[in-house]
């Protein structure tokens, strides 16, 4: 099985700027979360899909938003890019909803912000 | 809320000796617990989880993790280091009994394994 993918996988954008980032779950894998990984804050999450429904939410401002659609398939959003959203955003997809599901990594994508 | 502790920001060891790197726990009720691995520009790699049993987890490349209650701990070994388990190592918590929680991971461990 193809693992998790996620595109693009380096960004740069400018301050105001707004980005999407995409991510393609393994196959039969209906739930996918996203993080912010950063050298200063570890890995924090950000939002949790399954089945089209965000069951779940960090605590990020607005300008971060997230969809899944009906393939699995998701998307995050930032909007009014700051320089410290500078980050590796990182998509995680497991197989169901239980909770002791373990999670499946992609590559993340490195974005900067200048 | 759950909230995970990983004390050492590095640990190092040499090649062939056993390794320990820490994690302790808070959750209101009996824990998930997981630890992923992170080479460098790569995603996170799962390696073991405790979700309820045994104790002794075996994972992954030959590590594996105890679970133990009364000191909210789960931490991770392997008998005989290598220089390629050099990583960021990260433990995360999920308490099933507070509902619909996320995922939440410690701030990592850097292992890094001298030849």
């Known amino acids: 099985k193809a693992g998790v993918t996620q595109t693009p996988r380096y960004l740069i954008k400018t301050r105001g700027q707004q980005v999407t980032l995409s991510c393609s779950p393994i196959?039969?894998?209906?739930?996918v979360s996203w993080y912010q990984q950063t050298p200063g804050q570890g890995l924090q999450f950000l939002f949790e899909y399954f089945s089209e429904t965000q069951r779940n939410k960090g605590n990020f401002p607005g300008r971060f938003s997230g969809r899944q659609f009906s393939n699995s398939r998701s998307e995050m959003n930032v909007s009014t890019l700051e320089l410290g959203d500078s980050a590796l955003y990182l998509c995680?997809?497991?197989?169901?909803?239980?909770?002791?599901?373990?999670?499946?990594f992609g590559p993340g994508t490195r974005l900067t912000v200048l | 809320a759950q909230s995970v502790a990983q004390p050492e920001d590095q640990v190092n060891v040499a090649e062939g000796n056993p390794l320990t790197v820490k994690c302790t726990y808070s959750v209101s009720g009996n824990p998930y617990l997981f630890w992923y691995v992170q080479y460098p520009n790569r995603g996170l790699q799962f390696l073991l989880k405790y979700i309820t049993g045994d104790n002794l987890v075996k994972g992954s490349y030959g590590f594996e993790a105890e679970f133990n209650k009364s000191q909210t701990s789960f931490h991770l070994k392997k008998p005989s280091a290598l220089v390629s388990d050099s990583a960021l190592y990260f433990c995360?918590?999920?308490?099933?009994?507070?509902?619909?929680?996320?995922?939440?991971f410690g701030k990592g461990t850097r292992l890094s394994v001298i030849a």
């Open positions: 196959s039969g894998h209906r739930s």
């Open positions: 995360a918590v999920r308490d099933p009994d507070s509902g619909n929680t996320p995922l939440v």
């Open positions: 995680a997809s497991s197989l169901g909803q239980g909770q002791y599901n373990e999670q499946f």
